[in-house]
């Protein structure tokens, strides 16, 4: 079992509709991740936070906004999408956010932009 | 510049065949990680095995093999007597100590992924 774990599973919004999507880590991590993973393609990062600070954020558009209220919980809230935005988006941990870590994922939430 | 390559796109098999999943990486760095990752249908990427690049020692976990080879740059994967819940797509990845963020903040480089389908 996952020690991971995302909510929804699936969400279908409007593109002028706020969500949010949720991820949860058990295994005592301090680095969290977001992952976009369009069909046929890898993952691609989108934010890092590491002991709970935004470590990277790989230029990703304002309609995307991260938060990481404390080490086990990260949000991604979601505003004003485009239909592009649809994709399986992924969440990750690791130990601490270094190089060496492994990360670990969630089942992945996905979503579709109407 | 850092790249992992999967040639392979697609692979299909009958089931209880070996397959083997080729990966070649490219790095400046004489220190980094490599990854095997499986993604069923479900979505979930599952972590499979991690090895240092000081370490070209075999390794074998049950039906998986992982062939570390520094000299050709490539970690293959061989999955033996293939199963039908092995079908899914396999995506090697490599994390360098000195990457795009000086190391101090991990960054997984990506294959395409190879989509392994295994038929009863």
């Known amino acids: 079992d996952t020690e991971v774990t995302q909510t929804p599973k699936h969400l279908v919004m409007g593109m002028t509709n706020k969500k949010s999507l949720k991820c949860e880590q058990h295994?005592?991590?301090?680095?969290m991740y977001w992952y976009k993973q369009k069909a046929k393609k890898p993952p691609e990062l989108m934010f890092v936070?590491?002991?709970?600070?935004?470590?990277i954020n790989e230029s990703v558009p304002s309609r995307f906004s991260p938060e990481c209220p404390n080490s086990s919980l990260l949000n991604l809230h979601l505003h004003a999408l485009q239909p592009e935005d649809s994709a399986l988006y992924l969440c990750?941990?690791?130990?601490?956010?270094?190089?060496?870590?492994?990360?670990?994922f969630g089942p992945g939430t996905r979503l579709t932009v109407l | 510049a850092q790249k992992v390559t999967q040639a392979q796109t697609e692979i299909s098999v009958v089931e209880k065949e070996d397959v083997t999943l080729d990966c070649v990486y490219e790095?400046?760095?004489?220190?980094?990680?490599l990854f095997w990752y499986k993604q069923p249908p479900s979505g979930e990427l599952v972590f499979l095995i991690r090895?240092?690049?000081?370490?070209?020692q075999n390794e074998i976990s049950g039906r998986y093999s992982w062939n570390f080879q520094k000299s050709t740059s490539s970690f293959n994967f061989t999955i033996t007597a293939s199963q039908v819940v092995d079908s899914a797509v396999y995506f090697c990845?490599?994390?360098?100590?000195?990457?795009?963020?000086?190391?101090?903040?991990?960054?997984?480089?990506f294959g395409k992924g190879t989509k392994l389908s295994v038929k009863p």
């Open positions: 990750a941990s690791s130990q601490v956010g270094g190089w060496a870590d492994t990360q670990y």
């Open positions: 295994m005592g991590h301090r680095a």
């Open positions: 936070y590491s002991y709970e600070k935004l470590s």
């Open positions: 790095t400046r760095d004489t220190t980094y990680y």
């Open positions: 090895r240092n690049s000081f370490d070209e």
């Open positions: 990845a490599l994390s360098e100590a000195g990457g795009v963020y000086g190391g101090s903040q991990g960054n997984l480089i």
